[in-house]
């Protein structure tokens, strides 16, 4: 197939072995050899000025009425991501999630200039989206008859809501026991397929593969080139949030290391395109329990090594990271670090972003954790900016945040009293609170 007609302009081409697929291709791995598909965008007939302009001139009152896709925080960017029409596109719409300045998590970090990324700010609650209206958009062109993916949650949560609004049946596979109260909770009720696999998500990801090879199943996990092409836009965003001026760091969780690859491929898309003069650093931080990207990079990425992941934050509990390869690249690209911290220093980064009013879910705090740790080893310097991305919402993990006990030791910071109804009661708690 490598003579392919293609209205988007897009390649989509083995990374492994160069074969080439038409830009209508149900597949997410190549045909050939099972290697990672990647896309390349046409690059755009414009300069960078008016690409800027393009792009700016979609955020404004009057798109607040257009079509989803118009007010989409992904598809304003579609030049760089698929360009195809209103009409094709599967949108909620999604993005447009805002950055934060809070001084207490700055004070906490120990950078006086830090913006929070708040990708919770989606509607599935996650920056799972971003890669979900790509994908399922891609799913509807290709005449999926249904999709499926391997998830920690949140992807799944994303995928039952796009599949929903698509009308393409979804199936999903989450590891049994092992999946937050929030996500499946969302899951089940966006009306996805939700089959809770005896084993990790290691598991779910294998399973998930053979069945879209085996029984033709469109396969919308992060294997899936699509999705980064999405989750491209979170960069794009947040450089367009700052005029297009870039920041000194960009700090992210990582996991199966799908963003870090994005983050990557959309920061040389953009210093390709003039769209930015100058390339952030991308600080990937994982949790110690699940870490094998940090021991890579420790050892300058000699080898690929794969861990029996286990922490707390559950969506980046991951041993055997899918997207490795492209994260090195990326790593290598923006002068970037993988660093890992441990559950004890996550959760009490979440502590602090939740008491803020801000709020996430466990493995959104790792990036601020890493921040904190990398000024500690005067990596990061204090007067630097920097922006630390949160992927999910505080809702996503509510167990985490109610339990008096988080199961490592840790008492609930603020747990509810239970009173009499009496207002004496309240007085003496009112009394107690403004002591402390
Ligand atoms: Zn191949």
Redesign the pocket.
Same mark, same amino acid.
């Given at each position: 197939m490598s003579d392919n007609i293609n209205k988007t302009g897009i390649t989509i081409k +083995?990374a492994? +072995?160069?074969?080439k697929f038409n830009d209508l291709t149900a597949l997410a791995t +190549?045909s050939?050899?099972?290697?990672l598909l990647d896309i390349t965008p046409a690059m755009p007939a414009l300069c960078s000025e008016e690409l800027q302009n393009l792009f700016d001139s979609r955020v404004s009152i009057a798109t607040m009425r257009g079509s989803a896709a118009g007010r989409s925080g992904v598809w304003r960017f579609r030049e760089l991501v698929l360009p195809i029409s209103d009409a094709d596109i599967v949108s909620h719409p999604e993005g447009n999630t805002p950055l934060l300045d809070r001084p207490v998590i700055s004070k906490f970090a120990g950078v006086k200039d830090l913006l929070i990324k708040h990708e919770g700010f989606n509607p599935s609650g996650s920056f799972k989206d971003r890669g979900m209206t790509v994908a399922v958009t891609q799913a509807k062109r290709c005449g999926a008859t249904a999709i499926a993916c391997a998830s920690t949650g949140n992807t799944s949560s994303s995928l039952a809501a796009y599949g929903a609004q698509a009308g393409i049946p979804a199936l999903v596979m989450v590891p049994a026991g092992r999946i937050t109260m929030g996500k499946l909770a969302q899951t089940v009720a966006y009306g996805a397929r939700t089959l809770l696999v005896r084993g990790d998500f290691d598991d779910c990801l294998r399973l998930v593969r053979e069945s879209s090879e085996k029984l033709g199943v469109y396969l919308a996990n992060s294997l899936n080139p699509f999705r980064i092409e999405g989750q491209k836009t979170i960069m794009f965003e947040l450089l367009q949030q700052l005029a297009w001026q870039s920041p000194d760091w960009v700090a992210l969780p990582a996991g199966n290391l799908g963003n870090t690859s994005a983050f990557g491929k959309a920061l040389r898309e953009a210093h390709g395109l003039g769209l930015i003069k100058r390339i952030p650093r991308l600080l990937s931080v994982q949790a110690s329990g699940a870490a094998p990207f940090a021991h890579d990079f420790a050892n300058n990425f000699a080898k690929r090594t794969s861990v029996r992941a286990e922490t707390i934050a559950t969506a980046i509990r991951i041993g055997d990271p899918a997207s490795w390869d492209r994260a090195v690249a990326a790593i290598r690209f923006t002068n970037g670090v993988v660093t890992s911290v441990s559950d004890e220093q996550i959760m009490q980064a979440k502590q602090v972003i939740d008491s803020s009013g801000v709020g996430c879910e466990p493995a959104s705090a790792a990036s601020v954790a890493g921040v904190r740790e990398l000024v500690a080893r005067g990596i990061i310097a204090p007067h630097e900016r920097v922006v630390a991305m949160l992927t999910g919402h505080i809702l996503k993990d509510p167990e985490k945040l109610l339990n008096t006990n988080d199961g490592h030791g840790h008492p609930a910071a603020n747990a509810p009293i239970e009173i009499d109804a009496t207002l004496s009661a309240v007085e003496r708690v009112l009394q107690n609170a403004t002591k402390a």
């Open positions: +083995c492994a +072995c160069g074969e +190549c050939k050899c099972g290697g």
